[in-house]
């Protein structure tokens, strides 16, 4: 198992040349797959990595074995109106109390690792900050290509967006994808929510 640092992102990283488009984004995890000898893989991301995946799984579906995206934003619906007006001020200028108040918002009465927290608020204030390169919804003919077994896993409290209009935009736009809620956890606590989710996602790798 591999866990991928996003150019840019606070990790061990070393930022070279900055991502300037959604291909070198695509050609740059191709070649971290490559570098590290793996032909093809299993593939999960969560958020904006649920984004990178379903895009990289679009335009190298040889690479892509299996996919799980976790909570995907905003590949099937859009954000909340109430979800952006919050988020526009840590994507204008990241603070960790910035952070913490976007998250400690979205995860209202669910559970939450504090060291998780505290890591993510000292990589908001203390990391310097790139913008993402976002790849954005897919179109129609984007998704027929992404043909490998996929599942999809929302979060039964996510407030970013809205799971129902989500669930709908899967089974239209990609109607071979397996759905799951999980109930009882937000959109950031879903990659940390316990057996649940473990097992969920156990599942979906097994197939």
């Not at 979205?106 to 310097?128: K, M, N, Q």
Request: charged share 20%; with cysteine; hydrophobic share 45%.
């Amino acid at each position: 198992m591999y866990a991928i640092d996003f150019l840019g992102d606070p990790g061990r990283s070393v930022v070279g040349e900055r991502l300037r488009s959604v291909e070198d984004l695509m050609w740059w995890l191709s070649d971290v797959l490559g570098a590290l000898g793996l032909e093809s893989v299993a593939v999960v991301g969560h958020s904006y990595g649920a984004m990178v995946a379903l895009a990289f799984a679009a335009r190298h579906p040889g690479r892509v074995d299996r996919l799980v995206l976790l909570d995907p934003n905003p590949c099937f619906a859009g954000f909340r109106p109430d979800y952006l007006l919050r988020a526009v001020p840590l994507l204008s200028r990241p603070t960790a109390a910035r952070q913490r108040a976007l998250i400690g918002w979205e995860t209202a009465g669910s559970e939450i690792d504090r060291d998780w927290l505290d890591l993510v608020a000292y990589g908001a204030e203390h990391f310097p900050s790139t913008r993402p390169v976002v790849p954005g919804r897919p179109r129609p003919g984007d998704l027929e290509r992404v043909v490998c077994p996929t599942m999809v896993l929302l979060a039964g409290r996510s407030r970013i967006h809205d799971i129902g209009k989500v669930e709908a935009g899967v089974r239209t736009r990609l109607p071979h994808a397996g759905i799951e809620t999980v109930a009882g956890v937000s959109h950031y606590t879903l990659p940390m929510a316990g057996a649940e989710s473990t097992v969920a996602l156990s599942d979906a790798l097994r197939g």
